[in-house]
C-alpha cells in the first residue's frame, strides 16, 4: 500500500518537473531566438551602439502591438474557423469585415513606426529594417526545416 500511495504522489511530482523543466526550455528558445534576432538585425542594418540603444525599444514596442493585433486576428480566425458552420451569412460578413479591420490596424501600425524609424535612422537603416524583417524569418524558417531534417548517414 505504501508503494501505490508512493507512486500516486511521485506521478504529479514528476508531471509537475516536466512542466517546469519544458517551460524552462521553452523561455531558453524564446531568448535565444531573440538574442539571434538583436544580433542579426544589428548586423543587417549596421547599427552604432548608440543607434541601437534607441532603436531597440521601439522596435520592441512596435512587435509587442503588432504581436498583440495578430493574436487577436488568429484568435477570431480560428473561432470563425471552428464554427462557420453554424454561422449566419450576417455574422460571417462581421467576420469578415473584422479581418480586414485586423489587416488596416497592422497597416496602420506600421506606418506609425515607419515615421518614428525615420526619426531616429536614416533612411537607408529603415529599408534595412524591412528587409532584415524579412530575411530573419526565412533565416528562421530554413533553421526549423534544417532541425526537423535527419542526417541519413547515422
Same mark, same amino acid.
Given at each position: 500500500m505504501k508503494i501505490i500511495k508512493f507512486f500516486l504522489l511521485l506521478?504529479?511530482?514528476?508531471?509537475?518537473?516536466?512542466?517546469?523543466?519544458?517551460?524552462?526550455?521553452?523561455?531558453?528558445?524564446?531568448?535565444?531566438? &531573440?538574442?539571434?534576432?538583436?544580433?542579426?538585425f544589428t548586423d543587417k542594418i549596421g547599427l552604432t551602439p548608440?543607434?541601437?540603444q534607441v532603436f531597440w525599444p521601439i522596435y520592441n514596442d512596435y512587435w509587442a502591438k503588432k504581436n498583440k493585433i495578430i493574436a487577436d486576428r488568429k484568435e477570431k480566425m480560428t473561432y470563425f474557423a471552428d464554427n462557420s458552420d453554424n454561422m449566419s451569412n450576417d455574422v460571417m460578413i462581421q467576420y469578415?469585415?473584422?479581418?480586414?479591420r485586423y489587416e488596416m490596424e497592422l497597416a496602420e501600425l506600421l506606418d506609425e513606426y515607419?515615421?518614428?524609424? &525615420?526619426k531616429i535612422?536614416?533612411?537607408? &537603416?529603415?529599408m534595412k529594417i524591412y528587409l532584415a524583417d524579412?530575411?530573419?524569418?526565412?533565416?528562421?524558417? &530554413?533553421?526549423?526545416?534544417?532541425?526537423?531534417?535527419v542526417d541519413k548517414k547515422e
Open positions: 506521478i504529479p511530482v514528476m508531471t509537475f518537473a516536466f512542466s517546469i523543466n519544458a517551460q524552462e526550455s521553452k523561455t531558453d528558445k524564446v531568448q535565444e531566438i &531573440k538574442s539571434q534576432k538583436i544580433a542579426f548608440a543607434e541601437a469578415a469585415d473584422q479581418y480586414i515607419h515615421k518614428k524609424f &525615420k535612422l536614416p533612411i537607408n &537603416k529603415v524579412y530575411e530573419f524569418k526565412t533565416y528562421l524558417l &530554413k533553421k526549423i526545416r534544417e532541425s526537423g531534417k
